[in-house]
């Protein structure tokens, strides 16, 4: 399997770090659980798990570092200033790593985004704001609302444009429309062990009630009460999903 790690800088100066794995296919974007960095997918057997897509060049993985320290998990800062420092993130993303993962494929336009936990969140997220980049995003077990998370202090429009259960629900007109016509979001969710406590369960049916009203296309998948919050809950699900993307 064709396997390399880069440094990227963007040019407001974020540094962070992409681990590339395959030779040729559809690249998807992987975003890390909370604090996690390129190598974890990897590490947990996430590569592994759709190890056959990669080497028949159906699909290329591309992991990237979360930046989460300094932004959604620094409990010492209000919400909104973590909503602010998240722009740095959003940054190296959209000028370094999309760059790096075009020129590496061939000027590919259309990447996919995926993510388990709070990297389902990104995912989503990015998907929803750049649906012309990203116009499918593969979620498992995500918690899409920023404000139920450990947090405090007052709300303002960093936090609101950076809250999917917020702005989607203010969706409308030539936005929505166009939005109904690329985007395509997969919300996949176990019922077991610490769904609950993470609220990725209740957000996860939120978020899909919300996307029937908007008209967004999308599927809900819900797994068993036996399917916890999990690496191998994740295995299982993304070897199950991503063959029918790619």
Sequence with gaps: MRHYTADLWSP??????VAAYGHYGRPVLVFPTEGGN??????????????????AGRVKLYCVDSFDAGTWS??????????????????????AVVPHIRDDSGG??????????????????????????????LCFS???????????????????????????????GDHLDWLRSRLSLLLVCGQGQWEDTTGSLASTRRMADLLTAKGIHHELDLWGHDVPHDWPSWQAQLSHHLPRFC
């Design 12 to 17: 407001a100066g974020a540094r962070g770090s």
């Design 38 to 55: 390129a190598n974890e997918f990897a590490d947990h057997g996430m590569v592994a798990a759709v190890g056959d897509l990669i080497e």
């Design 74 to 95: 620094a409990a010492g800062l209000p919400l909104e200033e973590r909503a602010l420092r998240h722009g740095a993130y959003e940054s190296w993303i959209l000028d």
């Design 108 to 137: 590919t336009a259309e990447i996919v985004t995926t993510g388990c936990s709070l990297g389902a969140f990104h995912a989503l997220n990015f998907a929803f704001k750049r649906a012309d980049t990203f116009p499918l995003a």
């Design 142 to 172: 995500g918690n899409y609302d920023p404000t139920t998370w450990r947090g405090w202090g007052e709300q303002g429009t960093a936090l609101y444009f950076n809250n999917p259960m917020a702005y989607a629900a203010n969706l409308h």
